[in-house]
């Protein structure tokens, strides 16, 4: 007989995880909190207005093709790719830049705003995409279980030229002076996790992803990436419950014995947990069977959560671009602010997606939808009515200045997102957006382990264990993962 798995929760991980699994054999049930597959990257879908909810970068366009093509599939069979040209517009204080796709284009760009940067530009993309490469081939596909995965010549050869011990903060200035580079080439990691001086500058490997790979957009948005892997896994004979959260893993000896949810107690040989790692081990567990305690939790750096707000507007915006960040303000402030003080920001950055500018059907006729995010701390509690229309009204005011057009008098349809709903609609660990932060003391084996250390037949999946937090990245966990339990398994 087939042996069997249960997935828990149906985001990019726990969609990756299930195909995998089905594709080897196992008969494979999926668990899921929501009325749709997707988790953080769910669609909303309201007065004809349709909202990513989470993700809108897709970058890394690599990773999704050979995601696909392990099932004999092409991306092209479930959505089709556009590249944005300019990948994104960035309003800096004297004004704003687009992100030209052009190389040549880009190179203009930053020899503008510093003479002498494009040879520099050239060379730090050049060590970018040395990481990049033995980033994908030797480093992300691993389940981090022990240091002899790593114990390749290659990577020991090259340990020095993937910059593990150097910041990614000096990395940048020792190339680029202009502050405007500086913040261009940080952002990545700002808004992915951590402040550039904790980043090892391993991480310009994003910036390769973002300038040589490119920003593309999923026709309908990336809500298709999430429509395809479920088709995908429906194909291979995946079940998916919804509306079923877990609340209960039941053991007898080391072993889960039973999931149990409100409605149901399923049976499996092996479980993938792809929820939130935290919401897992401490709510789902009884803390005999916990890897880790609750000191090791409080003392994990995380990454930002986010203020959202989907915004339809019953007018077409002018002068945008599809996604615009909105780094008028202090870009050290606000780091600080997110990663240090951990406090409500003064003036924060933001960034804006309007992908019905490029792709029509996402809003009504003549219409458009706004997608705000600002980063704050993870954690922060205090997200009351008060505070989110206070930042609302602060960004608002300061795209309408800055773009010179009034949106306020045309929304037609509002709604926020923040730290309470992030805990109660994901069991989000303290309402985290993206996971771990990206810091050396939390890469590979010291990430949370991808198999239970107490609990023989359970595994984790997704962007608080290998390899991070992202939409490429939750795809790699799932097959990383399936990996580890046929290894244990089979
Ligand atoms: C606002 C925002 C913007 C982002 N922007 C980008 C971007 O532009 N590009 C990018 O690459 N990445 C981005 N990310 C990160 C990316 O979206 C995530 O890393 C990725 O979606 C995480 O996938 P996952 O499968 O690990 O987790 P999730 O998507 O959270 O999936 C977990 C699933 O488990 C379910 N679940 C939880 N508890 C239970 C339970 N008890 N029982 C059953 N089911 C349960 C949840 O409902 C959810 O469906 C963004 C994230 C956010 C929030």
Redesign the pocket.
């Not at 909810?53 to 890394?60: C, D, T």
């Not at 079923?244 to 609340?247: Q, R």
């Not at 937090?469 to 939750?474: I, K, L």
């Given at each position: 007989m087939n042996k069997s798995l249960i997935v828990?929760?149906?985001?990019?991980?726990?969609?990756?995880a299930a195909s995998f699994m089905a594709k080897a054999g196992w008969k494979v049930t999926v668990?899921?909190?929501?009325n749709q597959?997707?988790?953080?990257?769910?669609r909303l879908s309201a007065n004809g207005f349709q909202f990513d909810?989470?993700?809108?970068?897709?970058?890394?366009p690599d990773i999704f093709q050979r995601y696909f093509e392990q099932f004999g599939k092409q991306v092209s069979d479930y959505y089709k790719l556009t590249r944005l040209d300019p990948s994104y517009r960035v309003y800096y204080e004297n004004g704003p830049i687009d992100i030209p796709a052009d190389y040549q284009a880009l190179r203009h760009v930053f020899e503008k705003l510093e003479p002498g940067s494009a040879p520099k530009l050239d060379k730090f993309l050049h060590e970018a995409a040395y990481k990049y490469q033995v980033g994908i081939q030797k480093l992300v596909f691993k389940p981090g279980q022990s240091l002899t995965e790593f114990a390749d010549i290659d990577l020991l050869k090259g340990i020095f030229k993937l910059d593990v011990f150097n910041s990614m903060k000096s990395h940048v200035a020792s190339h680029f002076k202009d502050s405007r580079l500086q913040q261009l080439m940080e952002f990545p990691v700002l808004?992915?996790g951590a402040l550039a001086e904790k980043t090892p500058a391993l991480y310009s490997l994003m910036n390769y992803a973002d300038i040589k790979g490119g920003t593309w957009y999923p026709e309908k948005g990336?809500y298709s990436i999430v429509e395809g892997m479920y088709q995908l896994a429906l194909s291979l004979g995946v079940e998916f419950k919804f509306d079923?959260?877990?609340?209960r893993l039941e053991l007898q000896g080391n072993q889960i014995k039973f999931v149990h949810?409100k409605n149901s107690s399923y049976k499996a040989d092996a479980i993938v947990g792809?929820?939130?790692y935290h919401?897992?081990e401490t709510?789902?567990l009884p803390a005999s069977a916990r890897s880790y305690s609750e000191t090791y939790w409080d003392s994990r750096v995380m990454a930002p959560s986010?203020l959202?707000y989907y915004v339809g507007i019953n007018k077409k915006v002018s002068n945008m671009v599809h996604h615009s960040l909105f780094f008028d303000s202090s870009f050290e402030v606000h780091g600080k602010e997110i990663y240090v003080t951990k406090t409500w920001p003064q003036n924060p950055l933001f960034y804006v997606s309007a992908s019905s500018i490029t792709d029509p059907s996402c809003a009504p006729e003549g219409h458009e939808n706004l997608f705000f995010?600002i980063p704050v701390a993870a954690g922060l509690k205090g997200d009351t009515e008060e505070v989110r229309n206070h930042y609302f009204n602060l960004v608002l005011e300061r795209m309408e200045r800055i773009t010179g057009q009034s949106i306020r008098e045309h929304i037609v349809f509002k709604q926020s997102?923040a730290y309470s709903e992030?805990v109660k609609?994901?069991?989000?660990f303290k309402g985290n957006?993206?996971?771990l932060a990206n810091t050396l003391l939390q890469t590979a084996v010291l990430k949370p382990a991808c198999r239970s250390k107490k609990v023989k037949n359970l595994f984790y999946?997704?962007?608080?264990t290998v390899p991070g937090?992202?939409?490429?990245?939750?795809l790699i966990?799932?097959e990383v993962v399936a990996n580890e339990v046929l290894k244990h398994f089979s």
């Open positions: 828990i929760g149906s985001g990019f991980a726990g969609l990756s668990l899921e909190k929501h597959p997707g988790g953080r990257a769910r909810m989470g993700p809108s970068w897709y970058w890394m808004f992915l990336m079923e959260e877990v609340d949810t792809s929820a939130d919401h897992i709510k789902l986010c959202l995010l997102f992030f609609e994901y069991n989000s957006a993206y996971g999946a997704g962007q608080l937090p992202g939409v490429p990245p939750s966990s799932g």
